[in-house]
Nanobody
Framework: QVQLVESGGGLVQAGGSLRLSCAAS????????MGWYRQAPGKQRDLVAR???????NYADFVKGRFTISKDDAKNTVYLQMNSLKTEDTAVYYC??????????????WGQGTQVTVSS
């Protein structure tokens, strides 16, 4: 099984910054995509950003120009640098990874989430 552990969440004032980290471990043959999603109370889970094994990146429109996703393949870790935070960014942020545990078996794993709270 592939486990994902997020860290870096917390409380920050509007306009501030946070850096989230997500480390993958376990039975990993390869990782195709790692991404960040967020969910506020009463709302759906939305894609924030994702990065592929080839370093292709996609961002949600509401974070373009403010957030940056990156990865360290040697550490099986993905990062989300969040700048110019707004109160509407308040949510639980979840890490997701898609890949293979063997050459013929896929995985789709989620972290437990890390709370990001932006105060005014």
């Amino acid at each position: 099984q592939v486990q994902l552990v997020e860290s870096g969440g917390g409380l920050v004032q509007a306009g501030g910054s946070l850096r989230l980290s997500c480390a993958a471990s376990g039975r990993i043959f390869s990782i195709n995509t790692m991404g960040w999603y967020r969910q506020a109370p009463g709302k759906q889970r939305d894609l924030v950003a994702r990065i592929t094994s080839g370093a292709s990146i996609n961002y949600a429109d509401f974070v373009k120009g403010r957030f940056t996703i990156s990865k360290d393949d040697a550490k099986n870790t993905v990062y989300l640098q969040m700048n110019s935070l707004k109160t509407e960014d308040t949510a639980v942020y979840y890490c997701n990874a898609l890949g293979l545990i063997t050459r013929t078996t896929t995985f789709n794993s989620w972290g437990q989430g890390t709370q990001v709270t932006v105060s005014s």
